[in-house]
């Protein structure tokens, strides 16, 4: 339904063009009435909560309502934070007809009464699949059951799909991927698709793309750097992104996987760098711990609006670095009106000066601009030509500079 609307508005203004060019009527007003435009499902970075990263497969209902509950009461919803997102271990047995359960000791009172509680607190609902024979975590897969598998979302109101690759064995990535587009498709309900192949057939490179969003790496882990295991930590997921920015845009995003704020393996000055990294590379902001019992230092950094804006900002650019000096990176983010967000980041053990320079921002010499601290929440003096701050170590000064 969409391509299709695309695909008209596409042909009735070619046809007016030609019709110009041709010496005939020129009123585009004479043309047929466009259809509408479908509304784009992620116009802007996806902003949300899933439950792997804090409960793994320890989840059950009374869980996801209580994060649903603390989405409102914390502040989350009105920040911006909209999906909460069920990941594995949810799904019971397959039924006589093929169709998919939920866990009954886990999930009692059924899938479509929780999205119903989600979707009662001004909030929508998202649910976790594989493209394999089972999930990561042992469950049912969808591989065979795709088309059942969206209908049912769709008649229990999911909003939201991620689908994972665990048990794939020889199955075509991007094949597998359009195949679950197409079942959702044929539900006509809107329902988000977030791509979970970990970025090993390189989905960025899938034109048009699939989905909205792609995971770009393996797991992340509440660790600052490294791989441990199959996962990494924050700082390494930073630099496999990182380089991908020329492929996220309005409508489909990069996803370095979801955050680990507030699950209490890094410090506050670390979480607020992991945030701030997120935001400048417009990355889905998908909270990962448990928000009905969070701090309240965790929660002033999910609720920061004016770095939530810089992940938000309309023109849907991937910000990145432009300058490395050891463990000082400046990293930029063009944003709407010519305005630009600049992340003074820090790697290192000890206190950094770490400059940005007009130059580095694409910005002539001259020009003079107001600088607005987005951690502090204030206005810095106006600047010309550099930028520059003292930054704490594994931290971050994020500003916004407006000419
Ligand atoms: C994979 C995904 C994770 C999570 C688990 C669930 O590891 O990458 O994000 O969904 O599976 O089993």
């Known amino acids: 339904m969409r391509r299709w609307a695309r695909t008209m508005v596409g042909r009735v203004a070619c046809g007016a063009v030609a019709v110009a060019l041709l010496g005939g009527p020129t009123s585009v007003a004479a043309a047929a009435p466009l259809p509408a435009a479908a509304p784009m499902l992620a116009a802007t970075p996806p902003m949300g909560w899933n439950s792997w990263n804090r409960f793994q497969c320890n989840i059950d209902e009374a869980k ?53 509680y989600v979707h009662a607190r001004g909030l929508l609902f998202g649910i976790y699949s594989d493209a394999g024979a089972k999930t990561c975590g042992g469950r049912p897969g969808s591989q065979g059951h795709e088309y059942q598998d969206a209908l ?99 409508g489909h995003w990069n996803d370095p996987d979801m955050l680990e704020v507030g699950n209490g393996g890094l410090s506050d000055t670390e979480y607020r760098a992991h945030f701030s990294l997120w935001a400048m590379m417009a990355a889905p902001l998908i909270a990962g711990n448990d928000l009905a019992a969070m701090n309240a230092a965790t929660r002033e950094i999910l609720t920061n609006r004016e770095v939530i ?51 580095q921002l694409g910005y002539p010499p001259t020009l003079t601009a107001r600088v607005r601290d987005l951690w502090a929440h204030r206005d810095l003096p106006r600047a010309t030509g550099l930028v520059a701050a003292t930054v704490a170590p594994h931290g971050v000064a994020m500003l916004v500079i407006a000419p």
């Open 64 to 116: 996801v309502r209580a994060v649903a509950d603390a989405m409102v009461a914390s502040g989350m919803r009105d920040a911006g934070y909209r999906y909460v997102v069920v990941d594995d271990c949810w799904q019971g047995a397959r039924d006589a007809d093929g169709f998919i359960t939920a866990d009954a000791a886990r999930f009692p009172a059924g899938i479509k009464a929780l999205a119903d």
């Open 152 to 250: 049912t979302y769709a008649r229990w109101g999911v909003d939201y799909l991620k689908y994972d690759w665990c048990e794939t064995g020889p199955r075509n990535a991007e094949e597998a991927y359009r195949l679950i587009e197409r079942a959702i498709a044929a539900t006509a309900r809107p329902i988000l698709l977030s791509l979970c192949e970990w970025g090993t057939a390189r989905p960025w490179l899938w034109t048009p793309t699939v989905g909205q969003m792609w995971r770009t790496t393996g797991d992340i882990t509440d660790k600052w750097d490294g791989k441990h295991d199959y996962a990494y930590g924050v700082t390494a997921i930073v630099d496999l992104n990182e380089p991908l920015w020329p492929f996220a845009g309005r």
């Open 309 to 359: 804006a810089v992940d938000q900002d309309a023109l849907g650019q991937q910000g990145h670095r432009v300058a490395r000096d050891g463990d000082r990176e400046t990293w930029v983010k063009p944003l709407s009106g010519g305005r630009r967000a600049v992340l003074l980041f820090n790697r290192g053990a000890r206190s950094a000066r770490i400059v940005a320079s007009w130059d």
